[in-house]
């Protein structure tokens, strides 16, 4: 069955870095668009980043735009997110998901566009 399994989060102070992972098995990577999500307690889930099958095209949130980069190895089934200049307001719970895609160059920013989704990593970022 496919999985996707995320590490990488933990705690650091406003304007660090992190670099989160998230590995995919039990599909055939390429074939999907691959999102970072977040989500608060008490909100909804939030559109972070994503990036084509093929790794060509991206797109971000607004706010993060500038500071976090995604990127994807389909030699190995994984995807990044790179995160800089952390602020105390992107700290939440990030979750990685997968989206077939029949076109490489698509990504997607809707939840509904992912069928499926890792059990997430904490970031918290402390002021």
């Known amino acids: 069955q496919v999985q996707l399994v995320e590490s990488g989060g933990g705690l650091v102070e406003t304007g660090g870095s992190l670099r989160l992972s998230c590995a995919a098995s039990g599909l055939t990577f390429r074939g999907y668009a691959m999102g970072w999500f977040r989500q608060v307690p008490g909100k909804e889930r939030e559109f972070v980043a994503s990036?084509?099958?093929?790794?060509?095209?991206?797109g971000y949130a607004d706010s993060v735009k500038g500071r976090f980069t995604i990127s994807r190895d389909n030699t190995k089934n994984t995807v990044y997110l790179q995160m800089n200049r952390l602020k105390p307001e992107d700290t939440a719970v990030y979750s990685c998901?997968?989206?077939?895609?029949?076109?490489?160059?698509?990504?997607?920013?809707?939840?509904?566009?992912?069928?499926?989704w890792g059990l997430g990593t904490q970031v918290t970022v402390s002021s």
């Open positions: 990036v084509s099958g093929s790794g060509a095209n991206t």
């Open positions: 998901a997968a989206g077939r895609s029949y076109q490489e160059t698509n990504y997607f920013t809707s939840t509904h566009n992912y069928a499926y």
